[in-house]
């Protein structure tokens, strides 16, 4: 009788706490823990994140553990992301979870945050078929990612600035929302008119897979100096955020598609906390079914910072003895690296 394989994930790249526990790539558990005492901040405070990493880590693995209804000799592999993110939140999960593997004597296996974004399509069933153009959308990264087959990352396009979850929380802030602003803005948007102000859209020409968010972010600012210097209505508000969405999405969408055409791959993908995206979701899933695309779109609860795809993708890095040395540390700007 095979052994069955048990993945242990730890995600702590930035504010969440996430624990959850794969079996022969079924996921059983997902334990997600928000910090919200960033929010009277405007954005995350990374000493404060990595204290309540540490605060946290014990009890949400115990939690993840007796939810999957694993205990700990059962564990094959602990899976734990090396960066990118705050150094300070990564180190807390990285170092745990490599003292936890080796006290229980089990591979440790390192993965690439961003990598398991794009691995979030393999939680679960379908899984997208290789080729596939994948769109990564987060507060840090806008990234157009090329993957041939299995572990192999062409990065295509990504921003020259601002990336499209942080020109979210940017004009969340200018329009006094709070944060994090995407979900903010996704909420008021519902509510208001995509087409009642002509936002720009940023193609970049000479750069087709490539992404710029700062000048959207400058018109809104104008806009709000020019034409409510003292203050709008709901209605208003609900207006703004649904054009400012528009314009952002229709940007993400078009150049997707174009990334999908030019290379002739007919499978595509998002990924990332952008994709949890209301809009982003609707225009995509409209876009892909006119131009006859395979579209793959996580789960929203997948979308955001989570353990499941970082088990996800230690299920696979383990399949193929892709362990990680002790030694490993931790990378704030780790890249996305072909893996052949």
Do not use: W
Not at 226 to 243: E, F, K, R, V
Not at 253 to 264: D, F, I, M, R
């Amino acid at each position: 009788m095979t052994k069955s394989i048990t993945m242990l994930g730890i995600e702590t790249s930035c504010d969440e706490t996430s624990v959850a526990v794969m079996r022969d790539g079924k996921l059983h558990s997902n334990i997600v823990s928000s910090q919200f005492v960033h929010g009277q901040y405007g954005g995350v405070v990374p000493e404060l994140a990595s204290r309540a990493h540490q605060k946290l880590m014990i009890p949400i693995v115990e939690e993840a553990c007796a939810k999957a209804n694993v205990v700990f000799a059962e564990l094959s592999a602990v899976a734990g992301v090396r960066g990118p993110g705050l150094m300070g939140s990564l180190l807390v999960g990285l170092n745990f979870g490599k003292s936890f593997a080796y006290g229980l004597g089990i591979p440790f296996i390192g993965v690439n945050h961003m990598e398991a974004h794009i691995y979030s399509n393999f939680i679960d069933e379908p899984y997208p078929a290789f080729p596939l153009v994948c769109l990564t959308v987060s507060g840090g990264h806008t990234q157009l990612v090329l993957m041939r087959k299995d572990f192999s990352f062409e990065l295509i396009g990504e921003t020259r600035d601002d990336a499209a979850g942080e020109a979210f929380d940017k004009v969340a802030k200018l329009l006094g929302l709070g944060y994090p602003g995407g979900p903010k803005i996704d909420a008021h948007a519902k509510q208001g008119n995509p087409a009642a102000i002509d936002f720009p859209r940023s193609y970049l020409e000479g750069d087709a897979f490539g992404f710029s968010f700062s000048g959207i972010k400058t018109s809104v600012l104008y806009y709000m100096r020019d034409n409510h210097p003292n203050g709008i209505s709901q209605q208003q508000l609900d207006d703004i955020c649904a054009s400012f969405q528009a314009s952002v999405v229709d940007v993400l969408v078009n150049k997707t598609l174009l990334a999908s055409k030019e290379l002739g791959v007919k499978n595509i993908a998002l990924a990332g906390g952008v994709s949890a995206n209301s809009r982003l979701r609707s225009e995509m899933s409209r876009a892909a079914l006119e131009a006859g695309l395979q579209l793959c779109i996580p789960k929203s609860e997948y979308c955001t910072d989570n353990a499941a795809m970082i088990a996800a993708l230690g299920y696979r890095k383990y399949l193929r003895n892709s362990y990680s040395p002790l030694s490993e540390t931790a990378v704030a700007s780790l890249e996305l690296a072909a893996h052949l």
